[in-house]
């Protein structure tokens, strides 16, 4: 497909999947109509790269449905001034979200193979806002923390205990909580007082694993 036969999905994407079910965030609309999203999955998938599902991108992996990408995102309340770490690079798609409404998008990713495919596509599409690492995406990034905002990729049964530790006071985290069966996306958010947290919805993500290795 030529790039202009993308512009008509994606815009229902936007009017559908998102305006229709709550996503009021203009910032993160307007974001989500700039990235082309079809090159973040493999040329077999791009005839369905605006469709309301996850698609696989390699690795056992999925890019998330576009749905959960915006309400994920629009959770984090981004102004522009923001360091935030993503957990689970994938295909990069979150990541060139996020680097469109941050300041700077710090992305950790345990499979090499897809951490190096998302650093070339998005460094061949100008972002120069984005730090990335291969590594346990569960221990963070220690050496870039604090973070004003993180968002989790990956479902985990209890949010890792570095995450919260390296999340500003302030801050705010978006994470799948769960098993493989029973997923909920929740927002946990940090002041003075200790750590809230919000249940946004249900979901369903691949799980949060923790590299022994590291």
């Not at 209890?158 to 493989?180: A, H, N």
Request: glycine share 8%.
């Amino acid at each position: 497909m030529e790039e202009q036969n993308y512009i008509e999905p994606r815009e229902q994407m936007i009017e559908n999947q998102l305006i229709a079910r709550g996503i009021k965030d203009q910032r993160v609309l307007d974001a989500m109509r700039s990235v082309p999203r079809h090159l973040f999955v493999d040329c077999s998938y791009r005839h369905e790269a605006y469709k309301d599902y996850p698609l696989p991108i390699g690795c056992e992996q999925t890019i998330s449905q576009p749905y959960i990408v915006a309400l994920m995102t629009e959770s984090l309340q981004l102004k522009g001034t923001e360091k935030v770490l993503e957990i689970g690079t994938g295909s990069g798609y979150q990541t060139a979200i996020l680097a469109e409404l941050a300041r700077h998008v710090c992305t950790v990713e345990r499979h090499e193979l897809l951490s190096s495919n998302a650093e070339k596509i998005l460094q061949q599409m100008g972002y120069n806002n984005i730090s990335f690492k291969k590594g346990d995406g569960t221990l963070g990034w220690p050496e870039k923390a604090p973070f004003d905002s993180i968002l989790v990729a990956a479902a985990a049964k209890k949010v890792p205990p570095s995450l919260l530790e390296q999340l500003s006071t302030g801050g705010r985290l978006v994470i799948p909580i769960g098993d493989r069966l029973v997923q909920e996306l929740v927002l946990f958010s940090k002041d003075a007082r200790g750590v809230q947290e919000l249940h946004l919805c249900g979901c369903r993500f691949v799980p949060l694993i923790e590299d022994q290795k590291s």
